[in-house]
Nanobody, 119 residues
Framework: QGQLEESGGGLVQAGGSLTLSCAAS????????MGWFRQAPGKEREFVAA????????YYLDSVKGRFTMSRDNAKNTVSLQMNTLKPEDTAVYYC????????????WGQGTQVTVLT
């Protein structure tokens, strides 16, 4: 059973920035494409971004393209999500997981990290 631990969320004014981190354990991290998801109140969890195992390729939800940047450090088993020009609609709990396409692979979700963007 693996573990995922997200951190870095918080309260920020619209237009501000946050950097989220996710630490993974219990899996051969570097073998997986990793992704970020988010779930806003009353909504389904949605795919936000993914990064290839090498870190050379990234994929983003259209609404975050040009504002969010995902990276990874395979030596530390971590992924990050740099979020700039945040909007109120980015408010959600953010989670990481391994992905296949835009679908999560691992059943063991972390607790997530809350991002709240104020108008």
């Amino acid at each position: 059973q693996g573990q995922l631990e997200e951190s870095g969320g918080g309260l920020v004014q619209a237009g501000g920035s946050l950097t989220l981190s996710c630490a993974a354990s219990g899996h051969t991290f570097s073998n997986y494409v990793m992704g970020w998801f988010r779930q806003a109140p009353g909504k389904e969890r949605e795919f936000v971004a993914a990064i290839s195992w090498s870190g050379h390729a990234t994929y983003y939800l259209d609404s975050v393209k040009g504002r969010f940047t995902m990276s990874r450090d395979n030596a530390k088993n971590t992924v990050s999500l740099q979020m700039n020009t945040l909007k109120p609609e980015d408010t959600a709990v953010y989670y990481c997981n391994a992905v296949s396409g835009s679908k999560p692979i691992w059943s063991d979700w972390g607790q997530g990290t809350q991002v709240t963007v104020l108008t």
